[in-house]
């Protein structure tokens, strides 16, 4: 086989295999613009109140009362953005492969196969994974199999290949009641085997029973969509981890084949992740894989700290995403049902 697959072994792949260097100049990512000042819009109470009420409804044991009754004294909104780099890349690993032989195409040694990147594959669309299998060109031949021994069948495991097994009725006695002939084994003490149906022997389950394989190099093509997102801490109260269940307004999109840190943000904490992450993605994924486009987008994901005050008490409920999702962590009516 060609030194370029020369490392190939079976089941456990080369590793991936490191792309080659372009024959041509990288398009250059260009800046992107600087975005304006965006502000949260505020919610109305009604919003507020009915985004509550829904969540209640979800909860088995909450009282709608205090959602339906309480007074809002307070709305407080938090400006809060996301920020995501996706890098889709390409990697490419081989190993040697097999299966039946059944009259396909043997073709090893007719000409020098192509390289692992020289092969054609269909890029799926770009940010969704996806992987591809193929036949590597020029390296198919015909071997005995290996399982077998060429033979086709295997000896069962169930009966030892005898074809037969002990009567499990009669224990091998040939009688059940004193002197009542078993009638599941017919007086014989052995019944036949049911996994290989009396034959002694099975189908080969890597040949199928067709002897030969077909032994060849499998190129494994994987796109994946690597993914690192930022949020700005908003100070609310609300939890970090929260906001990754919502969605927010997009107000900035940059798609490239290589992107170009942001600059000019207003929010500075938003450009440091941006130049970290952009940074940290094409220093690791260059070295395995190839990168064949790269994403980045800014989200306001809005947050409103609500404050209501229920039988003369405050509490607070946070209303999040454009999903207006709610959390109410000290919901003061929990428990409306009673165990009988």
């Not at 088995?60 to 004294?73: E, H, L, M, N, W």
């Not at 033979?151 to 040939?174: E, H, L």
């Not at 003369?312 to 009516?333: C, L, Q, R, T």
């Amino acid at each position: 086989m060609p030194d370029r697959y020369e490392g190939t072994v079976a089941g456990g792949g080369s590793g991936f295999l490191p792309p080659p260097m372009p024959t041509f100049p990288a398009v250059q990512p260009e800046p992107a613009l600087d975005q304006p000042q965006w502000n949260i819009p505020s919610i109305s109470e009604n919003t507020a109140r009915d985004a509550l009420l829904l969540f209640v409804k979800s909860k088995c044991c909450y009282s709608s009362a205090p959602a339906k009754d309480g007074v809002i004294t307070n709305m407080e909104a938090f400006n809060t953005y996301r920020y995501r780099l996706e890098t889709f890349t390409e990697s490419r690993s081989t190993e040697w492969s097999h299966e039946p032989y059944t009259g396909q195409t043997v073709d090893a040694y007719a000409q020098q196969p192509p390289g692992p990147w020289d092969i054609p594959a269909k890029t799926p669309q770009f940010f969704l994974d996806d992987k591809q299998f193929i036949k590597v060109p020029y390296t198919s031949s015909v071997k005995p199999c290996h399982n077998c021994l060429g033979i086709g069948r295997k000896p069962c495991k169930d009966c030892a290949g005898a074809g037969n097994k002990v009567c499990w009725v009669c224990n091998g006695s040939r009688y059940r009641h004193g002197n009542d002939t078993c009638t599941h084994c017919s007086g014989r003490g052995r019944e036949n085997c049911s996994s290989c149906h009396g034959q002694g022997s099975r189908q080969c389950d890597v040949c199928k029973g067709k002897q030969q394989l077909l032994v060849y190099i499998k190129l494994t093509v994987k796109w994946t969509n690597n993914s690192d997102a930022y949020v700005v801490e908003q100070l609310s109260g609300l939890r970090v981890e929260n906001l990754s269940k919502v969605s927010g307004k997009e107000l900035f999109r940059d798609t490239q084949y290589m992107v170009y840190p942001l600059s000019g943000f207003p929010d500075t904490s938003v450009v440091s992740a941006s130049q970290r992450f952009v940074s940290e993605h094409q220093g690791k994924y260059m070295q395995t894989s190839r990168i064949l486009q790269q994403r980045q987008t800014i989200e306001l994901i809005p947050v409103t700290k609500v404050t209501y005050t229920w039988k003369g008490e405050s509490h607070i409920y946070f209303v999040y995403g454009n999903e207006f999702k709610v959390d109410a962590d000290n919901y003061p009516a929990t428990c409306c049902c009673t165990v009988m």
